[in-house]
């Protein structure tokens, strides 16, 4: 293994710096007879969405940014970057001569990653209580597309979306750091389950 490079999960991610600002319109939103899709009733203070054309009142659509995330809540477009909940953690990634099932001609990268346990915070399901952390390792061809990916999954990682904290779908224990979705090949050999 030769090369390695390092990704830390704790660098501050602006959620807000590419909100698109939703523009004053006058006419038709998401709802019927011009009410708002999220109070139900007559809009006021129109905002429409710049990307979707949705339209909201203003404090409806302010506070559905601030409180569930900045997306489009009728078409779920993402207005901005999307933060998960990951607890601080570390990521690197290292060349391997190893190969992988199906890619015999080509190297492979293998990624590390480390989450110590810790306490959640507000935005875990038990905020005070403590987590178990875990290692994982995983593996992508290095190929063109394989390349893509790990830049992908690099950035998910750095806003916070690889991982959280929950109940393990394999051990069903509660306040665990689980995998959030992104799906890995965490075995060197088999297919899809491995």
Known sequence: MNDTSDVDSTSD??????????????????????????CLCPITDAKTLSLCGHVFCQL?????????GQYCPICLKVYGVITGNQPSSSMQVQDSFSHLPGFENFQSYQISY?????????NHPNPGKS???TD??????????GTTVLKMLQLAFSRRLIFTVGKSRTTNMENMVTWN???????????PSG
């Open 114 to 122: 480390h989450i110590p346990s810790g306490v959640q915070g507000k």
């Open 136 to 145: 994982r390792t995983a593996y992508l061809p290095k190929t063109e597309q």
């Open 181 to 191: 979705d992104i799906h890995h090949k965490t075995s060197r050999i088999g297919g």
């Open 60 to 68: 409806c659509i302010d506070h559905s940014f601030s409180a569930i």
């Open 13 to 38: 991610v602006d959620a807000t710096s590419d909100v698109e600002d939703a523009s004053e319109v006058e006419g038709a939103s998401g709802g019927q007879s011009g009410d708002c899709p999220i």
């Open 131 to 133: 987590y178990y952390g």
